[in-house]
Every structure is written in C-alpha cells, then in structure tokens.
C-alpha cells in the first residue's frame, strides 16, 4: 500500500542498506538499529514512517548487506532537516567500527 503525506502527495522515501564489519557483535549490531529506530521515531519529528527489516531473500544478491531501513518523508526540506540533525551526525558517527559498508538511497515513492 502506498502512503501519503497528509495532504496526499507522495512521501519522499529514504532507504538505508548496511554490510556489517565481520567483528562486529551482535551487541554492536543491535545498538545500531536501536539507535536508528530511536533517531527515526523519537529524536526527530520530521521523520513520518520508519520500517526496518534483516535480509531474508533467497537469491544471494545482497551482496552481504543484511540490514535495511525505509525512511519517509513530506519533502525534500524534511530529509534534508533529518540529514542535518545533531543526532544523525551523531549516529553516523556510531557506525564506525560497526558498519563496513552502506548504501542510501532517496525517491519519490509511486
């Protein structure tokens, strides 16, 4: 189902894949996407819908990217707000160590 913003245009979407360091624990792990669900659903308020999920495909595509995040915005100004945050730079900051590699993505969803 598609969501939309409150005055039904489309929600911007913000997609974020991470491949965790070999090392990294799985205490580490789950203090990133407990950080994340934090930062997404109580640190900042332009963030209107957060979805998150570990990679159960059978193709073997994932290229050993094993956790995704969907975030949706109202606007472009909003994820930009979001990007620019205090607490995003900070759990940016957190991955170090932990995150090897990421991917972001953004698009109108249709």
Do not use: C
């Amino acid at each position: 189902m598609l969501r939309r913003a409150a005055n039904g245009a489309q929600l911007l979407r913000h997609v974020v894949f991470f491949k965790f360091h070999d090392a990294a624990s799985q205490a580490d792990i789950t203090k990133i996407e407990r950080e994340f669900r934090a930062l997404a659903t109580t640190k900042v308020p332009q963030v209107r819908a957060f979805e998150s999920g570990t990679h159960i495909g059978k193709e073997n595509l994932n290229q050993g990217f094993t956790h995704g995040f969907l975030l949706s915005f109202d606007n472009e100004q909003d994820r930009d707000t979001y990007m620019a945050h205090d607490d995003h730079k900070a759990f940016v900051k957190l991955q170090q160590g932990i995150v090897e590699k990421k991917i972001v993505m953004a698009f109108w969803g249709k």
